[in-house]
């Protein structure tokens, strides 16, 4: 059996016993070349064919492969149940000498025994329109990256463009530019206060008011006495019904929120809670496939959590689950994200668990668990208070039954406000502490954050769950954005990118374009629309205009440092490169001379594991980590900027995290 992961390959080895060798390809074996017209990798002119080479450093893992093929009785490829690993397994199939007779395609939603034995019963073969589908995406997301990424360099020092990337970061410059040009408007509130709540100003005479000035809100003071009459109370029984088990964007957008995850931790993470965590029954998987549009949920597992919620917590609590409509432009292949079993509380598995690895997994769990609950029952109240004709308006609400809150009100934003017994008053006459008037004015939509961002994309139809978290990295990688405050703000070269972008490809760098080609490739997965016919009616549209940018796009000239070349005279300019700034001849290629820049060692602290000192590193990329300056004899290496005191709980080394201190070695933290 082959699979993609080797911590995944353990896990299903302990269900299957010495009869089946699980072994792992580490994902994609083979990519489009990057030789023919372009680099393409893709002879457009030939239908498209595209040309396939091993990846850089799998020769070793395919000529293992081809053995383990070779001695084998039966191969079953079992990647993971999408697009992406049915094109996998379509390439094992091809390039390891698999024959067609001698092979299964086995899929499993989550890594259980009793899941996995029953995918053994149930094989199929490669579903090809899966695979022209994830190979007509390919080759999309490479004709516009490679066309697109080498006019940017080439015309405006941008590093990169794509399909879905160039849209996401449209997306974030035109929100900036709402915010720029955004005219704050005034406006006044007055608030009365009581003992136990605040009533504000809503009406007057039954009129909606609205206050533009502070003149106008000292005249409805001047009118107002502390005395309030209690016009009207109403109040009605409400029910709060629990939200669906987590989807991929969901899940990213909880993780962001309550956890501070970017999404590409979260995904890192669900992977790993997926594949299988030690535990002392083995490797088992502890949750369901993590890269789903779907909210549906399997009969069994409802079942199953039904049967729990009724034994821990009691029969009312019991709640009926609604089967999700399958909305245009959602791939329902496989479940929502749960636990692979409810009985294994977050609880019972945390020795096993990393810390973050703990707060993931509790927050799917539970998320899980409260889907299948009843909704939280509350009286919802609502008093009328007048004041010489100024209506004043009080709300709150009553937690009448907790329900699906007993086990998730830790993950709820909305907190309820209690209102008094207005029937408990001697009076109908209530007499108010203070009268406040406020000064407010009108502001624009924020910024997006990594959670806002995710869930627009998601409802405008861009990309897919599997797209999100590496299109977000690629705009950081590529200085498009920069991070304040957790929010994305759009960088100089962001900015200019987006506006060459939009003046020569408007028509295909856009929402509508990149949402309509996600339900063209649904399309060719369910075999309604032929990949050629959309790949043809894309490069006749896209590379004329191409040709254009190339021969008309005006070219950003480089900033000139203000000094001049010591071979040639000329000015000496800042370039980009790809690995960074760096000061260069401006009469290159004629003059090669670069600028040696001396290198700045910013020193943190003695090394904790030899004598030497913990300075600032980065990677290829430009990441910033930290460092043994007696590398490689020392390996000392982190992320977090480490401090100098020890962790006063196990001795280990601690480091700064954005939350306080932490501990490499163990759990203990410092707000």
Same mark, same amino acid.
């Given at each position: ?17 010495? =009869?089946?060798? +699980? ?6 074996? !083979?990519?489009?070349? &990057?030789? $023919? #017209?372009?680099?393409?990798? *893709? ?97 999309? =997301?490479?004709? +516009? ?6 006019? !940017?360099?080439?015309? &405006?020092? $941008? #590093?990169?463009?794509?399909? *879905? ?507």
């Amino acid at each position: 059996m082959i699979v993609e992961s080797p911590h995944k390959s353990k896990t299903i080895g302990a269900f299957l016993g010495s =009869d089946y060798k +699980i072994v792992a390809s580490g994902g994609h074996i !083979m990519d489009l070349a &990057t030789t $023919g #017209k372009f680099g393409l990798g *893709v002879d457009v002119e030939n239908n498209f064919e595209p040309t396939y080479v091993p990846i850089k450093g799998k020769s070793k893992i395919i000529s293992s492969l081809k053995k383990d093929v070779k001695a084998a009785d039966f191969v079953y490829l079992a990647t993971d149940p999408d697009r992406e690993g049915e094109a996998i397994s379509w390439h094992l199939k091809n390039n390891l000498g698999i024959k067609e007779d001698n092979y299964e395609r086995v899929t499993f939603n989550e890594i259980t025994k009793d899941v996995v034995l029953d995918a053994l019963k149930n094989p199929r073969k490669i579903d090809e329109d899966l695979v022209k589908s994830q190979e007509t995406r390919r080759i999309l =997301d490479r004709i +516009i990256g490679f066309r697109l990424s080498k006019l !940017m360099q080439s015309k &405006t020092g $941008g #590093k990169s463009a794509g399909r *879905v990337q160039s849209v996401a970061l449209k997306l974030i410059v035109d929100r900036e530019r709402d915010i720029e040009k955004f005219i704050p408007e005034e406006y006044w509130t007055i608030t009365a206060d009581f003992k136990d709540f605040t009533a504000e100003l809503e009406k007057y005479q039954n009129k909606k008011i609205e206050i533009k000035g502070e003149r106008e809100a000292d005249d409805i003071l001047s009118q107002l006495s502390k005395a309030f009459k209690i016009q009207s109370v109403e109040s009605k029984e409400t029910k709060r019904n629990s939200k669906p088990i987590f989807k991929t964007t969901t899940m990213q957008q909880m993780a962001s929120n309550k956890l501070g995850f970017p999404s590409s931790k979260t995904m890192r993470i669900a992977q790993k809670l997926y594949e299988g965590v030690d535990t002392d029954e083995g490797s088992v998987g502890l949750i369901t496939y993590m890269r789903t549009d779907s909210e549906r949920v399997s009969m069994e597992f409802v079942a199953q959590t039904k049967s729990y919620i009724e034994k821990k917590y009691g029969k009312e609590y019991v709640g009926s689950v609604k089967v999700p409509k399958k909305k245009e432009n959602i791939q329902d292949a496989h479940e929502g994200i749960r636990p692979t079993s409810i009985t294994r509380t977050p609880e019972s598995v945390k020795a096993y668990l990393t810390s973050d690895e703990y707060k993931l997994y509790e927050l799917i769990y539970y998320r899980a668990l409260a889907s299948i609950m009843a909704g939280a029952g509350l009286i919802n109240t609502t008093a009328i208070l007048e004041n010489n004709g100024y209506e004043f308006k009080a709300t709150g609400s009553v937690l009448k039954f907790d329900g699906y809150l007993k086990v998730y009100s830790k993950f709820e934003d909305q907190k309820d406000t209690i209102l008094p017994d207005f029937k408990s008053y001697n009076s109908d006459v209530i007499i108010s502490d203070d009268i406040i008037k406020e000064q407010h004015f009108t502001k624009p939509e924020p910024r997006y954050t990594e959670s806002t961002l995710i869930k627009e994309m998601e409802s405008l139809g861009i990309g897919r769950p599997s797209t999100y978290a590496p299109t977000i990295q690629t705009l950081k990688d590529r200085e498009y954005v920069v991070i304040e405050d957790k929010k994305f703000v759009p960088t100089k070269m962001g900015i200019e990118t987006t506006d060459k972008l939009q003046e020569f490809f408007s028509n295909i760098v856009n929402v509508e374009y990149t949402a309509n080609m996600e339900t063209d490739l649904d399309s060719i997965a369910e075999s309604n629309l032929d990949n050629i016919k959309v790949l043809r009616d894309f490069y006749d549209t896209f590379e004329p205009m191409v040709e254009n940018a190339f021969k008309n796009m005006e070219k950003k000239e480089a900033e000139k440092t203000g000094e001049d070349c010591p071979e040639c005279g000329s000015p000496l300019v800042r370039r980009r490169g790809k690995f960074g700034e760096f000061t260069a001849c401006s009469n290159y290629p004629n003059c090669k001379y670069i600028k040696k820049e001396p290198k700045q060692v910013v020193e943190v602290m003695p090394c904790p594991k030899c004598d030497g000192t913990i300075i600032e590193k980065k990677t290829k990329k430009g990441k910033v980590f930290y460092g043994c300056n007696h590398y490689p004899k020392c390996d000392f290496a982190s992320w977090d900027k480490p401090v100098e005191k020890k962790c006063p709980s196990c001795g280990g080394i601690l480091v700064e995290k954005k939350k306080g201190i932490a501990c490499m070695s163990c759990d203990y933290k410092e707000e």
